[in-house]
């Protein structure tokens, strides 16, 4: 079976510090991709990232970044020197090859107090 | 633009009565889904269409139809709402069904079936 669990339900952090999503995927499959999405007080849901199981690179884009690691089944987001603008849902995701579904975690409600 | 579009975006019905969530994209998409979002269970998937009259039930397909008529829209029909169908719902498309496609969202209707 596939999952993908987010333990933190809510995080709350003072702007500019640094914090870290985390995401724990479990898959049989060895040709899987994650996702990382963010969901904004809005509502929409809009794509960060995409990373697939055989490239374990750490990707950095601006203050964010992604941890990817295989021994330990995690793909953790951090947001360094955090802003307001930061703060949304975000949701992990994982696409294995075996049956084309995307599982979803619950999501983490990060909070960035000014 | 590029870009899904869901309406309405907040709903007020009441049990019993017949509605339809309409979803259309203009990216030439060949694969839609619903989803339903829920406070700590992430999203869930509906039903999905991996083309023109092609569909099928995702995870919680009880309760819901959906049409693929033309290849750019895709409604979500609620035949008899119930009150556990009270949800945040969401439209999504992507060029094709593999894993590792990222998913374009539409800005979500807010269901409540009193």
């Known amino acids: 079976a596939q999952k993908v669990t987010q333990a933190q339900t809510e995080i709350s952090v003072v702007e500019k510090e640094d914090v870290t999503l985390d995401c724990v995927y479990e898959t049989r499959d060895t040709t899987y991709y994650l996702f990382w999405y963010k969901q904004p007080p809005s509502g929409e849901l809009v794509f960060l990232i995409r990373r697939n199981s055989f490239d374990e690179q750490n990707e950095i884009s601006g203050r964010y970044s992604w941890n990817f690691q295989k021994s330990t089944s995690s793909f953790n987001f951090t947001i360094t020197a955090s802003q307001v603008v930061d703060s949304a849902v975000y949701f992990c995701a994982l696409s294995a090859r075996s049956n084309y579904q995307l599982i979803w975690g619950a999501g983490t409600k990060l909070i960035i107090k000014p | 633009e590029a870009q899904v579009t869901q309406n309405p975006r907040y709903l007020i019905t009441v049990t019993g009565k017949k509605l339809t969530v309409t979803c259309s994209q203009n990216?030439?998409?060949?694969?839609m889904s619903w989803y339903r979002q829920d406070p700590g269970l992430g999203l869930r998937q509906i039903y999905y269409?991996?083309?023109?009259?092609?569909?099928d039930k995702g995870d919680v397909p009880e309760g819901y139809k959906v049409s693929r008529k033309e290849k750019r829209n895709f409604p979500l029909i609620l035949e008899s709402p119930s009150p556990n169908q009270t949800s945040l719902y969401f439209c999504a498309s992507s060029l094709r069904r593999v894993i590792n496609e990222k998913l374009f969202f539409g800005s979500g209707t807010q269901l409540s079936v009193l």
């Open positions: 269409s991996m083309n023109v009259e092609v569909t």
């Open positions: 990216m030439n998409h060949e694969y």
